[in-house]
């Protein structure tokens, strides 16, 4: 349970409830607007993010395509369809007392009987074109513009992705306080996934990388190169659906002058993003002055090295800012900026509201720097130095 996950201050099974009504209004909206007489909901994303967090349908962790599908009808039907397998569990658990009814199959069937489950979706649908968020023959393909859904964060959203960012930082930080020279990439992914675990928290992403390697490669896939005195621990973290993405450093020893400046450059971009992630403000733009901001810092082409990020949520990067995206930033909506110049990245995850920034991943007894931005101050990440 939700309530029971967080704590005092947790979301309320009502709260989960209200949640969920919001939710399918606005799915209601969409199958008005798209004219179509339902939806089926198969992604991991989707499935999660409809039932506020209670439902769980994946199977194989590395697939975003889950075992069990939501059919959610314009004339106020829900239905999940699966095979025998995936309905007792689903049903007396995930899916009690949201209103489902169940239509199975035998889990043999979609491997003998011709389309089992598009002749349930057909007979259950009456007619009327479906639309689905993972190609199937004979539905409409809806998936980008049913992810826009998810952009506006819930009160009780926020409330769990701030016990999430809270929790993902913790685990990255005690991961950089436990980790010693000669340890393996792979042996402090091990140690990361434990404390993430630990917590509830599925890792999506886990990246590791040390001295060299994390100096070279944008993105650090652990290896068995071994830590001699710097390394980067990155994550993305899910619970309920949510994602958090965190990323730190640490350092063993004297920090050198310049990977000291190269870690509040970033900062500096990093902050100037998120005080710039206004409602109303487009992709396409955030990425031209990120470009501007990298060359005020003194690396023209830092930019080219790796995405400087985007909206977060219910997928790792809802979207990634590129030159003329059309995409726009919305009030209640998560990000994750990552601009990189070389070995540094100043990583969290934020939301953004009307007139100011929270930033979820921000923990106090990391060691951190503060970046003014138009009057506002910004508490950009570290590097521990240990």
Same mark, same amino acid.
């Given at each position: 349970?939700?309530?029971?996950?967080?704590?005092?201050?947790?979301?309320?099974?009502?709260?989960?409830?209200?949640? @969920?009504?919001?939710?399918? $209004?606005?799915?209601?909206?969409?199958?008005?607007?798209?004219?179509?007489?339902?939806?089926?909901?198969?992604?991991?994303?989707?499935? $999660?993010?409809?039932?506020?967090?209670?439902?769980?349908?994946?199977? @194989? @962790?590395?697939?975003?395509?889950?075992?069990?599908?939501?059919?959610?009808?314009?004339?106020?039907?829900?239905?999940?369809?699966?095979?025998?397998?995936?309905?007792?569990?689903?049903?007396?658990?995930?899916?009690?007392?949201?209103?489902? @009814?169940?239509?199975?199959?035998?889990?043999?069937?979609?491997?003998?009987?011709?389309?089992?489950?598009?002749?349930?979706?057909?007979?259950?649908?009456?007619?009327?074109?479906?639309?689905?968020?993972?190609?199937?023959?004979?539905?409409?393909?809806?998936? /980008?513009?049913?992810?826009?859904?998810?952009?506006?964060?819930?009160?009780?959203?926020?409330?769990?992705?701030?016990?999430?960012?809270?929790?993902?930082?913790?685990?990255? +930080?005690?991961?950089?306080?436990?980790? *010693?020279?000669?340890?393996?990439?792979?042996?402090?992914?091990?140690?990361?996934?434990?404390?993430?675990?630990?917590?509830?928290?599925? /890792?999506?992403?886990?990246?590791?990388?040390?001295?060299?390697?994390?100096?070279?490669?944008?993105?650090?896939?652990?290896?068995?190169?071994?830590?001699?005195?710097?390394?980067?621990?990155?994550?993305?973290?899910?619970?309920?659906?949510?994602?958090?993405?965190?990323?730190?450093?640490?350092?063993?020893?004297?920090?050198?002058?310049?990977?000291? *400046?190269?870690?509040?450059? +970033?900062?500096?971009?990093?902050?100037?993003?998120?005080?710039?992630?206004?409602?109303?403000?487009?992709?396409?733009?955030?990425?031209?002055?990120?470009?501007?901001? !990298?060359?005020?810092?003194?690396?023209?082409?830092?930019?080219?090295?790796?995405?400087?990020?985007?909206?977060?949520?219910?997928?790792?990067?809802?979207?990634?800012?590129?030159?003329?995206? *059309?995409? +726009?930033?919305? *009030?209640?909506?998560?990000?994750?900026?990552?601009?990189?110049?070389?070995?540094?990245?100043?990583?969290?995850?934020?939301?953004?509201?009307?007139? !100011?920034?929270?930033?979820?991943?921000?923990?106090?007894?990391?060691?951190?720097?503060?970046?003014?931005?138009?009057?506002?101050?910004?508490?950009?990440?570290?590097?521990?130095?240990?």
């Amino acid at each position: 349970m939700v309530a029971e996950d967080l704590g005092a201050n947790s979301v309320t099974r009502a709260d989960l409830m209200k949640e @969920i009504d919001e939710k399918l $209004a606005r799915v209601h909206k969409f199958l008005m607007e798209e004219k179509l007489g339902g939806v089926l909901l198969t992604r991991v994303d989707n499935f $999660a993010w409809v039932t506020a967090g209670l439902g769980d349908n994946h199977i @194989i @962790i590395t697939s975003e395509v889950g075992g069990a599908s939501l059919l959610i009808l314009r004339d106020g039907g829900r239905f999940l369809v699966a095979s025998n397998v995936e309905v007792p569990r689903l049903m007396e658990t995930d899916l009690k007392g949201l209103g489902y @009814i169940p239509r199975d199959y035998l889990w043999y069937e979609d491997k003998t009987v011709s389309d089992v489950r598009l002749k349930i979706i057909q007979d259950l649908a009456k007619g009327q074109e479906i639309g689905t968020d993972v190609p199937l023959p004979g539905l409409r393909f809806i998936a /980008p513009g049913f992810a826009r859904l998810r952009y506006v964060l819930t009160d009780s959203e926020i409330k769990k992705y701030r016990w999430l960012g809270r929790n993902s930082s913790e685990a990255v +930080s005690a991961v950089c306080r436990r980790i *010693e020279p000669g340890m393996s990439e792979r042996q402090i992914e091990s140690l990361t996934s434990d404390e993430l675990m630990r917590r509830g928290i599925r /890792p999506t992403v886990l990246l590791v990388g040390v001295d060299g390697r994390t100096l070279n490669y944008g993105h650090d896939v652990p290896s068995d190169a071994k830590l001699e005195k710097y390394a980067f621990v990155n994550v993305c973290g899910r619970k309920w659906g949510l994602i958090a993405s965190v990323g730190r450093y640490v350092h063993f020893g004297p920090l050198p002058v310049d990977l000291k *400046e190269r870690m509040h450059a +970033s900062g500096e971009i990093s902050a100037r993003l998120q005080a710039s992630s206004r409602p109303g403000m487009r992709a396409g733009d955030m990425f031209d002055l990120a470009k501007k901001w !990298y060359a005020e810092e003194g690396f023209p082409d830092g930019w080219m090295a790796l995405h400087v990020g985007g909206a977060i949520g219910y997928a790792e990067r809802e979207w990634v800012a590129y030159p003329g995206l *059309e995409e +726009s930033v919305h *009030e209640r909506q998560a990000f994750a900026w990552n601009p990189l110049v070389r070995g540094a990245i100043s990583f969290d995850t934020v939301v953004v509201y009307k007139d !100011y920034v929270e930033n979820l991943t921000s923990i106090p007894d990391w060691p951190s720097f503060v970046v003014n931005v138009d009057g506002k101050e910004y508490r950009m990440p570290d590097i521990l130095v240990r």
